[in-house]
C-alpha cells in the first residue's frame, strides 16, 4: 500500500469524522482528502512531475499536510527544511536536494530569494499564507479553485522514495534520509497497534511536521487507525495541557526533555483533568521519575526507539511488563519479522548484557542517504542497518539504550553514558535540565564536563551538584567541570545539539568551576556522620 490509498481507505470509512484540528479550524477526513487533491493537482499544472523533489519551509500548518500529501499522489518527493534554519544551513539542503520548487512563507522565503541564483534546479518559489510582494512568487492560495479529485492517472509504487528527511548534521554536512512509501504506511499501521489506537481517539502532536516523530506516528497514524490529529504550533510548557483539555487529546508524543519540562511546572490540581491515556515516546525514563509522572498526570508512559532512517525500533509493550529504563523489544507487525541484534566491531552478536551497536533489519529500513554512496556504505552493510547507538538487550529480550556511539565517555579506561549521569543530573530539585560531554584530559581519555541549566528561581552551588553525584554515581563517572547557563542549543524537537557545544571555544574547560578546586568539606564531614 502507498499514502494515497491508506488515505483513500481511511477517508472511505468516516467521510465526515474531523480529522484535523488546527487552531480554530476542523476539517473532516472527506474535506481534508479533497484538498489533498486540489494540491496534487495544482503541482501538476505547475509542472511538478514525477520523482521531482520539493522542499517545504514551513511551519506546522495544514497546507504542509496538503502539499507533503499531494506531492506523495503525484509520485515526487517531499523535502522538509527546519524552519529555524539559516541562509546556509537551508541553502545546502536546497542544493543538495536538488529541488525544483520550495515553498514557504514570507519569513522563510527571504532565505531562499537571497540563494536562488545559485540553484540552477530550482524553477518554482512558492508562497503560503501572507502575501510575499515579488511577481515571481507563486501564491498556493490559489490550489482552493481546483477539481476536488486527481485528475490524472499516476502510478506510485509502494517502494517509491515519498521524501527525503535531512538529519541535523551532527557528525559533518547533514545527510538525506530517503523514506519509501511503504515506510510510512506500515509506520502508521504499526503506531496504532503500539499504542492501541482507534478512530475514537484524538492524537496531539507539537512536535514539528518538519521532523520525523510527528510525520511517521502522528500523521500517518491518525490516518491508519482513523483517528483525528491535532496539531499545534510549537511545544509550550505553560500551554501545554491547557491545549490538550481544550482539544479532548487522548495520545501525544514526547521527545527529549519534554516530560521533565511539564513535570518540572508547579503542581496543579488540574494535571489530571484531561483525557490523555498514552503519552509515547524517547528517551525511556528512570523508574522514580516514571512513576511520578504517571501518577501525576494519570497517563501511562510507553519509551521507544526509532531512528529517521528506520521507523520500526523497539517499544515498551503497553499491555506487557514495561521493564524500568528500558526501550523495549522489537515492534510488530504482522507482515513482516523486525530483526534487531547488538553486534560488536566485528559485526557478531553479543550475547545478553553486554553493550554493542544496534544493527537493524526490516522492510521500514532506509533504502540509504540520497547522493552519498560512502556513507551508505557504512549505514548499510550486509543488509543491515547499522544505527551507530549503542545498547544491550536483558535475557528476556528488553533492550536498553546505553548511548550514542560518538557520546560515549571514556574516562581512565571506564567507557560511560552520558545519558546516564544527565539522568541524575535532572533529577536533583534544583535542575531543569543538562547537559554531558568528554573534554580533553591533560592525562588520557578524557573528563567529564556537564552544563547545567538550573529551574527559574533557583540558584545551585557547584558543591551541591558534586554531592548529589557523589551519592548517586561510582566515583568516575562524577563531572570534573560543571558550567551553569540559561540555555542549551537544540534541535525544533528539543534533542541538545552536543556537537555545538563541543565547538563553542577551543578550551572547554576555560571558565568552567573545577570539581578538583571545590571545597569538599561539606561532602566529607556528612559521610563522617553517616
Known sequence: MNIPQLLEQSCQRNPNKTFLYFQEQEISFQTFRENVHRAANWLIKLGIKNRDRVCIYLPNCPEFLYIWLGLSHIGSVLVPINVNYKDKEANYILKHSECVAVVGNAKTLEVVKNAHPNLPWLKYIISVGEKVPDPNILEFSSFAYEEPKITTSLRVNEDDISSIMYTSGTTGPPKGVMVTHCAYVYGGQGYTHWADITDKDRLFTCLPLYHANAQYYSTMGSIAAGASLILV??????????????????????????????????????????????????????????????????ITVLAGYALTECIFGTIQPLNGVRKPQSIGIPRYHPEFKNMIRIVDEQERELPPGEVGEIVIKNPTVTPGYFRDPEENKKLLRNGWLHTGDNAYRDEDGYFYFVDRKKDVIRRRGENMSSLEIEETLNAHPKVLESAVIGVPSGLSDEEIKAYIIPKSGEVIEAVEIFEWCEQRLARFKVPRFFEFRESLPKTPTHRVEKYKLRQEKKDLTEGCIDRENLDTSTLRETKNRK
Open 233 to 298: 504550533d510549537h511545544f509550550s510548557a505553560s500551554r501545554f495541557w491547557d491545549q490538550i483539555r481544550q482539544y479532548g487529546a487522548t495520545i501525544f508524543n514526547f521527545i527529549g526533555a519534554m516530560l521533565v519540562i511539564l513535570m518540572k511546572q508547579p503542581e496543579s490540581i488540574q494535571d489530571c483533568q484531561h483525557q490523555v491515556r498514552v503519552a509515547y515516546g524517547t528517551p525511556a525514563l528512570e523508574k522514580d521519575l516514571q512513576d511520578y509522572i504517571e501518577k501525576r498526570f494519570e
